[in-house]
């Protein structure tokens, strides 16, 4: 794989993000803080709660999902994009996706600094459980290489499948106890346990334990997500493999 | 002889419904039709060695294979069927287009590192072929602007010297001498015959016969994605000029 022009592109797409413009590294900031303040307000009228409590709730998982669409969406659309260069050079198909991967994840470790600084003004106990949170990182960085690498795929073959994309996040997003909390409905309710089951609540556990419930994650949410971001990410690779010869022609 | 470059009963076939849509409503539409879309071969069984030192001129009509052809050989295009054999010890520089690599939003130098690397150059070796770059590009004074601010005659003397200066062994080129002023052409003419005396094999296609006679020792006319005729560029010339 060209590493040397992967290092170099990554370097000036982000160095040119912020190069003109000083709002370029205040968005990073204000943009994810806007939306969790609207987000708070409204929700935690919708879930009962004390705003402050309930933005400490929202938080934990926000930004890591924010993260996963941009990273999901960024990668789908990679491979098509590239193809300003790879119908005219030889470059590894996984350079794209790769690329767009890690910008999204740097943009990321920025907002998530952002609103780690937020938090210091809400929330205010900070417990030893928070240690787990960058193998959190790690494993929902994981699930979006490999979900966005089938996505990719999918999308130089299909285009009309962004919107099925788009609206499966969405959907995802509402369905998921990022915004509601479980303990909401009754127990052993439908509801209830629509949340606890929905396989992305295993990933918002590995952010809302640590900073929201202050204890760490059960070894079903590690063994759950580890199991489907390794498995997404390997089918991910293999499909790009296989496919690279087709590519070209439908760029 | 050293070979660079062999190509077995090569095909590429285009299917003409990816041109149209690629959907999978098309695809599932496709799928209940009685008669699929009709393919286009833009290469068919073709047979080609080339050997280093080699400087071989491409001719044909247009749609004739000729930039499908380079794009095998560039392993741009993996072929459908058939065997590519690429000599991996050779530094292959492909001028398919000028600017490959090129961001609109950086600067000049910075293009310089961003296409140097893609052309297998780390940050340390484009940094000392730096100045040369910039003065056979005549564009010591803009070097630090964005390249979307520069003529096209400046991107074009930009992307030249690069391809060119980092010295490769073989140099596919795609009807991309005609850029610049009469100067430049001059100039990078020039440059191009020092590199082949030094043994650069060099494939090119071009429309200029006059050209392609007087700078190669090979010419290969292509029709219909098959090899008509392979021989000494005049022969070959010859019999081009009066099929047409």
Redesign the interface.
């Known amino acids: 794989m060209n590493t040397h022009f992967l290092f170099h592109f990554v370097k000036y797409q982000l160095l040119l993000k912020y190069r003109y413009t000083w709002l370029g590294f205040f968005w990073n900031i204000i943009e994810p803080a806007l939306y969790l303040i609207v987000l708070s307000i409204v929700f935690s009228v919708v879930n009962k709660m004390i705003l402050e409590d309930y933005a400490v709730y929202l938080f934990a998982a926000l930004v890591a999902w924010r993260y996963f669409e941009t990273a999901v969406m960024t990668i789908m659309e990679s491979i098509v994009n590239g193809a300003w260069l790879s119908k005219r050079m030889h470059v590894s198909p996984y350079v794209y996706p790769i690329s767009m991967w890690l910008i999204a994840t740097v943009n990321f470790l920025f907002a998530f600094l952002a609103a780690l600084v937020i938090l210091l003004f809400i929330k205010d106990e900070w417990t030893i459980h928070l240690i787990v949170i960058p193998f959190s990182i790690i494993l929902w960085a994981l699930f979006a290489l490999g979900f966005g690498l089938i996505c990719a795929v999918l999308y130089t073959f299909f285009r009309d499948i962004k919107a099925v994309i788009q609206m499966g996040l969405l959907f995802t997003f509402f369905s998921s106890p990022i915004l509601i909390k479980i303990e909401l409905f009754r127990e052993y309710s439908l509801q209830s346990q629509l949340l606890e089951y929905h396989p992305f609540s295993y990933f918002v556990f590995l952010f809302q334990k640590p900073f929201y419930y202050q204890k760490f994650p059960s070894t079903l949410d590690w063994s759950v997500t580890l199991i489907i971001s390794v498995t997404t990410c390997l089918l991910g690779i293999w499909l790009v493999y296989a496919n690279r010869k087709k590519f070209y022609f439908y760029l | 002889m050293i070979e660079i470059a062999r190509l077995e009963n090569v095909c590429v076939r285009?299917?003409r419904h990816?041109f149209e849509e690629?959907?999978?409503?098309s695809?599932i539409h496709n799928l209940f039709k009685k008669t699929p879309a009709k393919p286009f071969d833009a290469l068919k069984h073709l047979n080609l060695t080339i050997y280093e030192g080699q400087r071989i001129g491409l001719i044909g009509r247009n749609g004739a294979g000729k930039s499908t052809l380079l794009r095998v050989i560039?392993?741009?295009?993996?072929p459908?069927a058939g065997k590519v054999w690429i000599n991996k010890t050779k530094k292959i520089v492909?001028l398919?287009?000028l600017g490959?690599?090129f961001?609109p939003?950086?600067t000049g130098e910075?293009n310089c590192?961003?296409a140097g690397?893609?052309l297998?150059?780390?940050?340390s070796q484009v940094k000392t072929k730096l100045d040369r770059i910039v003065s056979f590009a005549e564009l010591q004074e803009f070097i630090h602007q964005p390249v979307k601010t520069y003529s096209s005659g400046m991107y074009a003397r930009l992307a030249f010297s690069l391809a060119t200066e980092i010295e490769p062994d073989i140099l596919i080129i795609d009807e991309v001498l005609g850029v610049g002023d009469q100067f430049f052409v001059k100039k990078s003419v020039a440059r191009m015959q020092k590199l082949m005396r030094q043994g650069t094999t060099a494939i090119m296609v071009s429309h200029n016969l006059d050209f392609l006679i007087a700078q190669c020792n090979r010419l290969i006319w292509i029709d219909h994605g098959q090899i008509l005729m392979d021989g000494s560029p005049v022969d070959v010339a010859k019999k081009y000029r009066t099929s047409a």
């Open positions: 285009f299917s990816n690629k959907s999978l409503k695809y560039s392993q741009v295009i993996i459908q492909p398919l287009e490959i690599g961001d939003d950086l910075e590192f961003l690397s893609l297998g150059l780390s940050h």
